[in-house]
């Protein structure tokens, strides 16, 4: 009777084994659902910053840039609600008043293209803080943290504008001077 009662129980201990490892995997395969939404989410979030990396001014929404071109992977640039919205009205620094499709106004460089230009006036490699520094100087109304500087160069580390080194623990850039 011992040898039934440890196989009934041998048996039981199985399908109790199966049972939770059944549930085990719903909940798994749920997860995995879950995950690949926030990584989906997450791409869409990486690519808007991507294209939008040049911004140093957060108060600038995207929908203000539009008489820029607007680079698209893929997708058809959307004539929704934005496109029908009015020319959003900015301050000068002067105190008065513009539109962004008004004729005549002048627009703030981009924070990558001051990066570059401050970049092309050394032939040794610069430290980021360095970039910000005479950045913070040389423009004064521009004031990105030093975690947008370090983003807009890697950005444009990964355009093929500028060339990242490291130093031990420090990272420097250096302008890529074409070939020829």
Partial sequence: MTNQSTATRLVDQATSDLE???????????????????????????????KYEGFSDPSLLPEQQQDEPVVTKGRRASTGAAARRRAPVRTT??????????????????LGDLLLELLGTYDEPR??????????????????????????????????????????????????????
Wanted: charge should be positive.
């Fill in 127 to 180: 430290l980021a803080k360095e970039l910000r520094d005479e950045l913070l100087t040389k423009h004064p109304d521009r004031n990105p943290t030093p975690q947008v500087v370090r983003n807009t160069l890697e950005g444009l580390v990964a355009k093929g504008r500028i060339q990242r080194h490291k130093q031990q623990r420090s990272v420097m850039y250096t302008v890529v001077h074409p070939a020829g």
């Fill in 93 to 110: 620094p002067e105190g008065g008043t513009s539109t962004s499709g008004a004729k005549g106004t002048s627009r703030r460089p981009l």
């Fill in 20 to 50: 939770e490892n059944r549930r085990l995997q719903q909940e798994l395969t749920k997860r995995i659902a879950v995950l690949k939404q926030e990584e989906a989410l997450l791409t869409d979030i990486l690519a808007l910053a991507q």
